[in-house]
């Protein structure tokens, strides 16, 4: 099994920083991608970022130059550095990573369970 565990959420003001961090641990072999996801009230959720084993990124329009996403493989830990929060970024933002445990072929794909970031005015 895999566990991911999410830390970093909270309420700031806009215009300020948070910093995301998803930790994964369990049966692990390779883990291909590692990304976040986030959703507010009544919409979708959607994909803020994902970097994959290569460091290739990913970004939605709507963070580009604002978010930054990197992973510690050592740690099998990836981070979503948020700045310049605005209004609009308030969700609950999910922790998504593609793995491949031990003794599988096949790739898994887990998700955290979710911490809430607040942006207010």
């Known amino acids: 099994q895999v566990q991911l565990v999410e830390s970093g959420g909270g309420l700031v003001q806009a215009g300020e920083s948070l910093r995301l961090s998803c930790a994964a641990s369990g049966n692990i072999y390779r883990i291909p991608a590692m990304g976040w996801y986030r959703q507010s009230p009544g919409k979708q959720r959607e994909l803020v970022a994902q970097?994959?084993?290569?460091?290739?990124?990913n970004y939605a329009d709507s963070v580009k130059g604002r978010f930054t996403i990197s992973r510690d493989n050592a740690k099998r830990t990836v981070y979503l550095q948020m700045d310049t929060l605005g209004l609009e970024d308030s969700a609950v933002y999910y922790c998504?990573?593609?793995?491949?445990?031990?003794?599988?072929?096949?790739?898994?794909?887990?998700w955290g369970q979710g911490t809430l970031v607040t942006v207010s005015s």
């Open positions: 998504n990573v593609i793995v491949q445990v031990f003794g599988s072929w096949t790739y898994d794909e887990v």
């Open positions: 970097i994959e084993s290569t460091d290739s990124t």
